[in-house]
């Protein structure tokens, strides 16, 4: 059953990942087999060893620092506190898992296939999920400075109270996602999709926005001090006004001739 006390993605209310697969026990001695066979399948490009199937696994707590898990298959895994820093986990498979607390500094999943993960309360200072799935992922209160979001698809996602400060998120789809009292200091928003983002009471101090669709975003005490907002397209008079600016703060000129005129 999913966690009805985890916040929840207005564009998620209906979505479990949980399949009902119970969660297996895993041998340590079956586990080094496993792991060491996939990094033959990976060095060899695929030509030995064999893939990783961990789907359903309990891992809490296990170390996967620095390990070549290449399009491994964690599905709905149980990776609670696990630690996966400096790990090569492009297009891995980790639907529905659940990672809170875990380790994911500097980690590769760019292509990764993450829907639904719980990674709160996690540090993933550095990472990297370029072009990755991360819809209705759960992210909220996680460590992510100068990660890596650039083409990824993070619409519904909850990343509130996380630090995003210095971010690259140039392009990603932010349809829906909620960054409330979320830190996106310096971030790179350029020609991000933020339809209905929720942006209540978030920091983006000398963010750049430049090109980023925000129709509809909801905005209260947003701190834009500093944010390039020039090209933006949606944004209105009435949104602005919900937010912190100051002078160093550049907006469309449509909409400063908008607010001037209305002074």
Not at 65 to 72: E, P, R, S, T, V
Not at 172 to 195: P, V
Request: proline share 2%; hydrophobic share 40%; charged share 30%.
């Amino acid at each position: 059953m999913a966690d009805t006390t985890l916040p929840r993605s207005p564009f998620g209310e209906t979505i479990d990942f949980d399949d009902g697969a119970p969660i297996r026990p895993i041998a340590s001695e079956e586990l080094t087999r496993t792991l060491q066979a996939h990094e033959l399948y990976v060095d060899s490009k695929q030509r030995s060893g064999k893939r990783a199937n961990l789907d359903s696994t309990d891992l809490v707590g296990k170390s996967f620092a620095g390990m070549k898990l290449w399009h491994i298959r964690m599905q709905r895994a149980d990776l609670e506190g696990a630690d996966f820093t400096g790990t090569n986990l492009r297009r891995a498979i980790l639907i529905g898992a659940t990672m809170q607390g875990g380790r994911l500094a500097a980690a590769d999943l760019t292509r990764a296939r993450l829907n639904g993960i719980n990674l709160t309360d996690a540090d993933c200072e550095g990472v990297c999920m370029a072009e990755a799935d991360i819809e209705f992922a759960i992210m909220a209160n996680s460590d992510f400075r100068n990660a890596n979001f650039r083409d990824a698809d993070m619409s519904g996602a909850i990343l509130d109270a996380a630090n995003l400060s210095g971010a690259d998120l140039r392009r990603a789809n932010l349809r829906g996602a909620s960054f409330q009292d979320t830190r996106l200091h310096a971030a790179d928003l350029r020609e991000a999709r933020m339809g209905r983002a929720i942006l209540k009471r978030t920091s983006l101090k000398e963010a750049d926005l430049r090109g980023a669709y925000l129709r509809v975003a909801k905005f209260h005490r947003t701190d834009i001090s500093g944010a390039d907002l020039r090209d933006v397209e949606g944004l209105t008079t009435a949104q602005i006004m919900h937010t912190i600016r100051d002078a160093h703060t550049r907006l469309p000129v449509d909409l400063i001739t908008e607010i001037e005129d209305g002074e």
